[in-house]
């Protein structure tokens, strides 16, 4: 039962269903709309990048804080859920997706006291902490929790009773809204976040974790919850910490939406606007771009050339959070760290251009070829208590069971800062052979080049920069009055004399000028 759990949640947080073949998509018929005004969170505009650390430990998170992240120049981390959790045999990493209770004592990655110092600290390096936040249902089953609660389905203890969820019905009709809306995900008691007393007390946890310092929510499962009353709880929060003069959270929300349904990103837009907040959503549709890397059927990167949020059919690039993987899409397809090459390659072109606010995963290396694999929790002992974090020499040596710390990757880590570098311009002098090589400017500041070919290509390939002598800040930029790699020249014309070997790239700027 709990293999065949895990699989459905899967299924149902990382694909659009597109086998649901019945019937047409239906209005929203008598279900209120959130009207599509928003502003926007400037991240995008503003070159920010934020990592996922997940299933970190809350200590961890905070040297990392202080030793990588900050210096590194990255806005914010996503933490996995914070709140009480159901225990299960095996410890997946799911369980943390399923609430006891909001109590912040005892989850997966540490304490509450080691929470609130995670966030202190963090702050204090110049990051934000971004909590992932399960507010749409609670649990599968019955059990005690890991704070120690006990609990039953539709019954948990001084937060919520079988009044306070909707009447069990499953999820099976991705073109009825009200099905996907008010029915249950896989099993999950699916609260009625509608009623006006369920709102405020997940209004209350969402609060009390901004009070303690956290900056911002992912909203998982958000295409669950109707816009209005995920609007709701927002406007709550909102209007309660302006009034203790206290800012507003950023807010984004997963909504997965391949196009073909009935519950779209548009529909979320509008959240938090009229209480004065900003949100964005997770556009899954970007993900697109580990296709044209992998290569995958006729897909190659010179599709790239042509990218942007109309041609893609995107949202917005200040409504947009985009990722090359998440924790969900990572265990079933798309490149990851162990197409590691590969992986360097496709962040490159990610933070290499403007659009979207970025996400870098970094979790912790699995067995793909099984269900049990997938499921997997982080690295930990016989009994489920997570190890302290000890990051990979390299991604290529990443072994199962081991942290991968994608984030910490040389080329990863230099494109964080070229992001915020680049801020402000946008593509120029695109370029492609027609094949698996590309190449963009970013105005007269930057110029990137990408090689996916299994041969060395070479330039000149035309770019807005000045003519110089540059190093190339993917090996490392410059080094005192010479280059720690490669050295490329840039002619009169503003033509790059680059030679790139198979899978490889060059980044250069203006800062890395001779």
Request: with cysteine.
């Amino acid at each position: 039962m709990r293999r065949l759990v895990s699989g459905l949640l899967l299924t149902a947080c990382t694909s659009s269903n597109p086998e649901i073949s019945a019937p047409p998509i239906t209005a929203p018929v008598d279900r209120p709309t959130l009207a599509s005004a928003y502003r926007a969170s400037g991240h995008a505009a503003s070159g920010d990048v934020f990592v996922h650390l997940f299933e970190w430990p809350w200590n961890d998170i905070a040297v990392e804080c202080s030793t990588v992240l900050g210096p590194a120049g990255v806005r914010g981390v996503q933490v996995s859920p914070p709140q009480e959790h159901l225990l299960l045999t095996g410890a997946p990493w799911w369980q943390r997706y399923q609430p006891v209770s909001f109590k912040l004592d005892r989850s997966r990655s540490g304490t509450r006291a080691e929470f609130v110092s995670m966030v202190t600290q963090c702050k204090s390096a110049g990051v934000d902490i971004y909590v992932d936040a399960v507010i749409n249902h609670m649990t599968a089953g019955a059990g005690t929790g890991s704070a120690g609660t006990v609990y039953t389905k539709y019954d948990y203890p001084g937060l919520f009773s079988n009044s306070d969820f909707h009447t069990p019905c499953s999820v099976s009709n991705y073109q009825s809204a009200s099905n996907v809306q008010d029915c249950e995900l896989v099993g999950l008691a699916d609260l009625r976040t509608d009623v006006a007393t369920v709102q405020q007390k997940l209004a209350d946890y969402l609060v009390e974790l901004a009070r303690l310092g956290v900056s911002g929510f992912r909203i998982d499962a958000a295409k669950h919850i109707q816009p209005v009353e995920l609007d709701g709880i927002i406007g709550r929060v909102n209007r309660t910490l302006t009034g203790e003069g206290r800012p507003t959270p950023y807010v984004f929300s997963e909504v997965i939406d391949y196009g073909g349904e009935a519950v779209r990103v548009q529909d979320y837009y509008g959240l938090g606007f009229s209480s004065g907040g900003a949100s964005d959503i997770t556009e899954f549709k970007f993900r697109g771009i580990s296709d044209k890397f992998l290569r995958t059927g006729t897909q190659k990167l010179a599709d790239l050339t042509t990218f942007s949020a109309s041609q893609w059919g995107l949202m917005p690039s200040d409504k947009a959070v985009v990722f090359i993987e998440n924790h969900d899409t990572q265990r079933s397809d798309g490149v990851s760290y162990r197409e590691a090459q590969v992986l360097r390659l496709a962040y490159v072109w990610m933070l290499g251009q403007p659009y979207g606010y970025p996400s870098v995963m970094s979790g912790y290396a699995f067995d793909r070829n099984s269900q049990l694999g997938r499921d997997a929790g982080p690295p930990s002992t016989g009994n489920g208590v997570t190890n302290p974090v000890s990051c990979a020499a390299t991604l290529e040596s990443v072994t199962v069971g081991q942290w991968v710390c994608e984030h910490r990757d040389p080329m990863i880590r230099r494109m964080i800062g070229f992001r915020r570098y680049a801020a402000g311009t946008d593509i120029n002098r695109r370029w492609d052979n027609g094949g698996n090589a590309i190449a963009f400017s970013r105005g007269a500041l930057a110029f990137v080049a990408i090689n996916r070919e299994s041969q060395q290509v070479s330039g000149p390939i035309a770019s807005g920069l000045p003519a110089g002598d540059y190093c190339d800040l993917l090996a490392g930029g410059k080094n005192g009055a010479g280059c720690a790699g490669a050295r490329v020249t840039v002619a009169a014309n503003g033509d790059v004399a680059v030679t790139l070997p198979s899978n490889s790239a060059v980044v250069l700027t203006l800062a890395t000028k001779l």
